[in-house]
Nanobody, 114 residues
């Protein structure tokens, strides 16, 4: 199983980034896919999740600014991040989950400058 996250970088406050996470080795369409983030000195936290059928869930801190989507043909999940704030700075990880099994990607750094 491999989850390859990409798309992070340095952006000014108010800017946008789009993260991608390509999955292999799993039946992608039946997994719940999620984005999580971990800022320095803080615990990893949920950003957004999406089920195989497209139902989504967001952390309150990103509602209205971030959008999660998936392409079950390309086995890829996306996180569109708009109106970025300095407090969004973190390493962003993607996760695939099915029942009790979880798989994590390697993370991609997002830095938002003020």
């Amino acid at each position: 199983v491999q989850l390859q996250a990409s798309g992070g970088g340095l952006v000014q406050a108010g800017g946008s980034l789009r993260l991608s996470c390509a999955a292999s080795g799993i039946m992608f369409s039946i997994h719940v896919m999620g984005w999580y983030r971990q800022a320095p000195g803080k615990q990893r936290e949920l950003v957004a999740t999406i089920t195989g059928g497209g139902s989504t869930n967001y952390a309150d801190s990103v509602k209205g600014r971030f959008s999660i989507s998936r392409d079950n043909v390309k086995n890829t999940v996306y996180l569109q991040m708009n109106s970025l704030k300095p407090e969004d700075t973190a390493v962003y990880y993607c996760k695939a989950a099915l029942w009790s099994r979880e798989y994590w990607g390697q993370g991609t750094q997002v830095t938002v400058s003020s």
